[in-house]
């Protein structure tokens, strides 16, 4: 029997974002499905350390990587995201402040960013290989 492989993107809940993140993941990581745990600007919460939302992210993400064995977390921001309307920079920052938050979490496995543009690409911009640093200039 062939063991299915998952990886998991905390996303926006913006249905726009989620084929281009799990497209993108598929299509650089060894996995066949994406769990998606879904928040408005999910970036900004964790960057900002919204406790109660970060908690339930938390609690969703523990699911996915204890009942799917996830070998991969990314966090997604994207343009024109209604539930956080900043600009690209900012956004890029609140990702890689939100990576710092999920590394803190000692989950063992890889952890990403990824924002989504106004042309529904995704590309990485936070975690490994990605050549942005936290804290890092833009």
Not at 15 to 38: C, S
Not at 77 to 105: F, K, M, Y
Not at 122 to 137: F, I, T
């Amino acid at each position: 029997m062939i063991a299915n492989r998952f990886a998991t993107a905390i996303n926006c809940i913006d249905g726009r974002v989620q084929i281009p993140v799990r497209d993108w993941i598929k299509a650089h990581h060894p996995v066949d499905y994406v769990d998606m745990i879904t928040e408005p600007g999910p970036e900004r919460q964790l960057a900002e350390s919204n406790q109660a939302i970060v908690e339930s992210i938390k609690r969703r993400l523990e699911i996915s990587l204890t009942r799917h064995n996830s070998t991969l977390v990314a966090i997604a921001g994207h343009h024109d995201c209604a539930g956080n309307p900043a600009d690209e920079v900012t956004q890029t920052r609140q990702i890689i402040a939100a990576l710092d938050v999920i590394t803190s979490w000692g989950l063992g496995i890889p952890v990403i960013g990824l924002r989504v543009d106004e042309f529904r690409r995704a590309r990485q911009v936070g975690g490994p290989e990605s050549g942005n640093k936290p804290g890092g200039h833009l």
